[in-house]
């Protein structure tokens, strides 16, 4: 069974950092795309970065030049760092990851749980 586990979120001021890490256990033969999404209420999922194995990282472009997607392929752990961060930014914050599991014999999308991240002064 595959897990994934956020942490990393909490309140901060504008202007402010947050990390994000997300770390993905279990039967995984192969990841081949790690990435973050987010969502507020009253709207759907969205993009926030993604990191393909092989491929380049994409950002939102509400994001980009204030948050930075990381990986450590030897740990299956995808990181967000977020700078700069702005009111906007307050959201559920999930971790994703496209992988083959080997327990079940599927390539297909998993989530994390969710991490709350405001952004309030």
């Known amino acids: 069974q595959v897990q994934l586990v956020e942490s990393g979120g909490g309140l901060v001021q504008p202007g402010g950092s947050l990390r994000l890490s997300c770390a993905a256990s279990?039967?995984?033969?192969?990841?081949?795309?790690m990435g973050w999404y987010r969502q507020d209420p009253g709207n759907g999922r969205e993009l926030v970065a993604t990191m393909p194995t092989f491929g380049s990282t994409d950002y939102a472009d509400s994001v980009r030049g204030r948050f930075t997607i990381s990986r450590d392929n030897a740990k299956n752990t995808v990181y967000l760092q977020m700078n700069s961060l702005k009111p906007e930014d307050t959201a559920v914050y999930y971790c994703n990851a496209d992988l083959y599991s080997t327990d079940v014999r599927y390539r297909g999308l998993y989530w994390g749980q969710g991490t709350q991240v405001t952004v309030s002064s």
């Open positions: 279990g039967s995984i033969g192969m990841i081949y795309n």
